[in-house]
């Protein structure tokens, strides 16, 4: 069972990274930390959940 479910609009290539690996490479990519800053200080969004049975 997967965590999270994604569906790409065109083929493409994914790759994956654990939260320790994007932080270490965000410690090094400016860019890339402050892009994540700014996703992190946007409000959650609503998903639409499952039930839990």
Do not use: K
Request: glycine share 0%; proline share 8%; with cysteine.
């Amino acid at each position: 069972m997967w965590e999270y479910t994604a569906r790409a609009v065109t083929a493409c290539t994914v790759l994956t990274l654990s939260h320790q690996d994007l932080e270490q490479v965000a410690e090094r990519t400016e860019s890339l930390r402050e892009h994540l800053r700014r996703l992190r200080s946007l409000p959650r969004q609503r998903t639409n959940n499952p039930p839990v049975p």
